[in-house]
């Protein structure tokens, strides 16, 4: 074997190994980003709609107690501040808007993700064009990811494949250059996967969902608990609330 062919048998095998470990890092940022998405739903519909529920309370506790003092201005400032939470709480829950929950991404459409990206990702492009047309396709790719359409990444692969832009002839000299440029694209890629899925598992909806399946891998139950200690408060600030409208009530009869 010549010593260039060598090199390039080299080369490509650190291009396949780097290719595997970029694929890896995206499709475990991916799925992390799925798995988050669950786990807020999940979130929103249990522990978020309580805090709504809760904050609602406490928004017409402050409205009440605002009423039996007009003239105190500090009250009446808790009271518009406890309505504003109380809507931004709604909001954040989805009480306000509703959505539908993610989809499930399975096993199944993992691999055919690992599979279309290791064809049609934009960092195997050597020309500009090449590169729009990959970014094109990868793009249809991560939004059927994220829907968790199966058919469609499936679908999307075999028009890449068909496509006739993806046959080329090359000769020796023309693949270690683009050995050699892949690698160098390949490790920044990784770099930026990597840095990102740091970023992402900083994230403090990422602490919680990490603390809270830790827990339960312990025999915990994180949301159990807090649900729990949620509605005892609401119990309170429920009596609290009558409380202050019965004082309310009394109020208005003395002055008439």
């Given at each position: 074997?010549?010593?260039?062919?060598?090199?390039?048998?080299?080369?490509?095998?650190?291009?396949?190994?780097?290719?595997?470990?970029?694929?890896?890092?995206?499709?475990?940022?991916?799925?992390?980003?799925?798995?988050?998405?669950?786990?807020?739903?999940?979130?929103?519909?249990?522990?978020?709609?309580?805090?709504?529920?809760?904050?609602?309370?406490?928004?017409?506790?402050?409205?009440?107690?605002?009423?039996?003092?007009?003239?105190?201005?500090?009250?009446?400032?808790?009271?518009?501040?406890?309505?504003?939470?109380?809507?931004?709480?709604?909001?954040?829950?989805?009480?306000?808007?509703?959505?539908?929950?993610?989809?499930?991404?399975?096993?199944?459409?993992?691999?055919?993700?690992?599979?279309?990206?290791?064809?049609?990702?934009?960092?195997?492009?050597?020309?500009?064009?090449?590169?729009?047309?990959?970014?094109?396709?990868?793009?249809?790719?991560?939004?059927?990811?994220?829907?968790?359409?199966?058919?469609?990444?499936?679908?999307?692969?075999?028009?890449?494949?068909?496509?006739?832009?993806?046959?080329?002839?090359?000769?020796?000299?023309?693949?270690?250059?683009?050995?050699?440029?892949?690698?160098?694209?390949?490790?920044?890629?990784?770099?930026?996967?990597?840095?990102?899925?740091?970023?992402?598992?900083?994230?403090?909806?990422?602490?919680?969902?990490?603390?809270?399946?830790?827990?339960?891998?312990?025999?915990?139950?994180?949301?159990?608990?807090?649900?729990?200690?949620?509605?005892?408060q609401i119990s309170e600030r429920k009596i609290q609330l009558?409380?202050?409208?019965?004082?309310?009530?009394?109020?208005?009869?003395?002055?008439?």
């Amino acid at each position: 074997m010549l010593p260039e062919q060598q090199e390039l048998t080299r080369l490509e095998t650190e291009q396949a190994g780097l290719e595997e470990q970029v694929i890896s890092a995206e499709l475990t940022l991916e799925t992390i980003k799925s798995e988050l998405s669950q786990f807020q739903y999940h979130y929103n519909q249990t522990i978020g709609r309580l805090f709504v529920e809760l904050d609602e309370l406490d928004a017409k506790i402050a409205l009440v107690e605002a009423g039996l003092h007009p003239d105190d201005v500090e009250a009446q400032f808790r009271a518009q501040a406890a309505q504003a939470q109380a809507q931004k709480s709604a909001e954040e829950a989805g009480v306000i808007e509703s959505k539908p929950p993610p989809p499930e991404i399975t096993p199944e459409i993992k691999q055919a993700f690992r599979q279309a990206a290791k064809l049609m990702h934009p960092d195997r492009a050597t020309t500009d064009t090449e590169r729009e047309r990959r970014n094109v396709m990868m793009a249809k790719v991560n939004r059927a990811y994220e829907v968790g359409d199966l058919p469609m990444i499936e679908k999307l692969i075999v028009e890449f494949g068909e496509d006739p832009e993806a046959i080329k002839g090359e000769d020796v000299g023309a693949r270690l250059i683009k050995a050699i440029r892949r690698i160098a694209q390949l490790r920044r890629r990784f770099s930026e996967a990597e840095k990102e899925l740091a970023e992402l598992q900083q994230h403090e909806l990422y602490e919680l969902m990490a603390t809270v399946q830790e827990t339960e891998a312990m025999g915990g139950d994180t949301l159990g608990d807090l649900t729990q200690h949620l509605m005892q408060q609401i119990s309170e600030r429920k009596i609290q609330l009558e409380m202050l409208r019965h004082a309310m009530d009394a109020n208005s009869a003395a002055i008439i």
